[in-house]
C-alpha cells in the first residue's frame, strides 16, 4: 500500500487543475456566502475542485475539500470511501492513488456535498432512506446497495459498523470502526453549521438519533466528521442533542438569516449552530 508522499500530493493536485471541472450544483453565488460564514474552514486553503490528503495512519486518510471532508479506509482485501465529496473532479482517481485495493464508496447520507463523485462507482452503500435525497438531486446516477442501523461491513480485518442517525436527513448514518474505535459520523455531529432547514429535516429525530448514538458512546474515543474542527470528542454529542431540545422547547432566540434565498433561523447553542426553518 503506497504512503501518500508529498509528491503524490502535488501529483493530485495537478489531476485536479488537468481534469475538467465539475459543474456546481444549485446556486454558486449563494454557496460562496454561506462557506464564508461556516466555522473552522477557514484553516483550509484548498482550490476549488482540488483536495488535500492528511494521513492519518498507514491505512486511514481524511481527504479535504474546502468545507467537506471524506475518509478512505483501507483493510486487508478492500478500501472504502466515506463520501465522494462535491467539487472533485475525480474522487475515485484521488482514492485509487492512495492504495491498491479495489475501492468501495460509502455515503453517510445523500446532500450534494457528499455525493459529487458518485457517478464514478456504479453502486454504492447508502441508507434507502436516502433515495428521494438522492434521486432528485441534478445528474444523479448508479445504484444504491442499502445498508441500515447495525449492519457490518468487513474491509478484511478491519470491521465497520453502520449506525443510523436519521434527522439531519432521513437515512443519515455514521460508521463505527470497531477496532480503532473512531466514529465517523457526516454531518450531524460537528461544532460548524448544521443544517435542519426544509421537508428532509427532523428535529425530534435528530435528538433521539443522537440519544441513542450515546449509548454507544463507550465503543469509541473520537470522532471523524465531515465538516466543521477535526476531530472532534464523543463530548459533543450530549451538549449537542440538549441545544436541540432547547430550541425544539423555546427556549432559544433564533437570529433571522437565508441560504440560497430561503428564510432560515440561525439557533447559537454554544457548541454549534443549527440552521432551522425560517418564518
Ligand atoms: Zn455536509
Known sequence: ???CSRRDFVKLLGLAALSPMIPVV????GYSSALAADRNTGTYDIKHGEVQIFPI???TWRIQEDMVRSFLLAGTKEALLID????????KAVAESLTSLPVKL???HADRDHVGGNNEFG???MSMAEASNYYHGENRKGVIVPVEHGDKLDLGDRELEIIGLPGHTPGSIAVLDVKNRVLISGDPIQDGNIYMFGVQRELHAYVLSLKRLETFK???DTIYPAHGSFPVSPDLIAPLYTGVERILAGE????DDARNGVPIKKYDIGVATILGDGK
Open 252 to 255: 432559544v432566540q433564533g437570529e
Open 106 to 108: 460509502l455515503n453517510t
Open 57 to 59: 495512519n498507514e491505512n
Open 1 to 3: 500500500m503506497k504512503k
Open 218 to 220: 463507550d465503543r469509541f
Open 123 to 125: 453502486t454504492f452503500y
Open 26 to 29: 444549485g446556486n454558486g453565488a
Open 84 to 91: 465522494s465529496g462535491f467539487h472533485v473532479p475525480s474522487m
